[in-house]
């Protein structure tokens, strides 16, 4: 299993980005996002359930939308109105069974 995290980068406050996780491996229960801002622990963000239930962390909610492309095997996560505070590296999250599997961040901050 491979999850590989990618559309970070510089984005003014009040701007969008979207992310992407590719995703190799099928069955997985949950695919989630997590971000880790300097110094501060792994807080989840998002996540979308093998049902297509999705759910948001209150610091997000209405700003971003999770998203999965079942075909491409690809999660997504749009990102709108940013603020300095969602500065992090963010990181694709997928659970199978009882494994859980990281893959690498993408680094996003959004800065004037």
């Known amino acids: 299993v491979q999850l590989q995290a990618s559309g970070g980068g510089l984005v003014q406050p009040g701007g969008s980005l979207r992310l992407s996780c590719a995703v190799s491996?099928?069955?997985?229960?949950?695919i989630a996002w997590y971000r880790q801002a300097p110094g501060k622990q792994r807080e989840w963000v998002a996540r979308?359930?093998?049902?297509?239930?999705?759910d948001y962390a209150d610091s997000v909610k209405g700003r971003f939308t999770i998203s999965r492309d079942i075909r491409n095997n690809a999660v997504y996560l749009q990102m709108s109105s940013l603020r300095p505070e969602d500065t992090a590296t963010y990181y694709c999250?997928?659970?199978?069974?009882?494994?859980?599997?990281w893959g690498r961040g993408t680094l996003v901050t959004v800065s004037s």
């Open positions: 999250n997928a659970i199978r069974g009882t494994a859980n599997f």
């Open positions: 491996g099928r069955g997985f229960k949950i």
């Open positions: 979308i359930t093998a049902g297509g239930d999705t």
